[in-house]
């Protein structure tokens, strides 16, 4: 089975400073058709999870700018540009391709320093 | 509005059973694969199970810790998923959404989840 491991678990940023979230799969995400299934989620405090990106690098509809995915085969990272304080939550990846079909890394709690 | 809304969470004895529902609208459900994504209290996600659209067979698939006890059907004249879930355990105590978990471009679709409490 394919294990999703982020880090850090953690992560006191400072508002209008840069935040990074690594996430590292056990096994390639890189799907037989080409594409990379990763997606990344964030839930607010007292909110259900809201998918920001898919496929390593696609902003959903509504989600800012400072907010980006990067990476490839079995190493991601989102980045948030300049944190600002409705960021804060818990941040998941996600992979879609090995079993068990979908697995999420253990979160990333972002909070305000 | 795009919107999922679970319903049946409770209280339930370990060894019972309970059924929860989640009652879509706003999108084509029945051309959707929907999936069960729990979260125990202070835990991260977890995924259960997947069912698949109609047209792609109905298939499901389901998480080893759940798997034989718990059973994911769909009612695409009611726009709604179901999830049965059987021989409960106290680990199995957790708040329960329903999603479409897209994993290519669209709308991805969570509920507000419903909560399952499991305990003697």
């Known amino acids: 089975d394919v294990v999703m491991t982020q880090s850090p678990l953690s992560l006191p940023v400072t508002l209008g400073q840069p935040a990074s979230i690594s996430c590292r799969s056990s096994q390639s995400l890189v799907y037989s058709d080409g594409n990379t299934y990763l997606n990344w989620f964030q839930q607010r405090p007292g ?67 | 509005e795009v919107q999922l809304v679970e319903s049946g969470g409770g209280l339930v004895k370990p060894g019972g059973s309970l059924r929860i529902s989640c009652a879509a609208s706003g999108f084509s ?10 979260q125990a209290p202070g835990k991260g996600l977890e995924w259960v ?12 698939d389901y998480a080893a810790p759940v798997k034989g006890r718990f059973t994911i059907s769909r009612d695409d004249s009611k726009n709604t998923l179901y999830l049965q879930m059987n021989s409960l355990k106290t680990e199995d105590t957790a708040v ?23 305990s003697s």
């Open chain 1, 47 to 113: 909110q259900s999870p809201r998918r920001l990106i898919y496929k390593v690098s696609n902003r959903d509809s509504g989600v800012p700018d400072r907010f980006s995915g990067s990476g490839s085969g079995t190493d991601f990272t989102l980045k948030i540009s300049r944190v600002e304080a409705e960021d804060v939550g818990v941040y998941y990846c996600m992979q879609a391709i090995q079993w068990p079909l979908y697995a999420f890394g253990q979160g990333t709690k972002l909070e305000i320093k």
């Open chain 2, 29 to 38: 459900f029945s051309n959707d694969w929907m999936s069960w994504v729990r």
């Open chain 2, 49 to 60: 199970g997947r069912i698949k659209s109609k047209t792609d067979g109905g298939t499901t």
């Open chain 2, 96 to 118: 329960y959404y329903c999603s479409t978990l897209l994993a290519i471009p669209g709308i991805d679709v969570w509920g507000q989840g419903t909560t399952v409490t499991v």
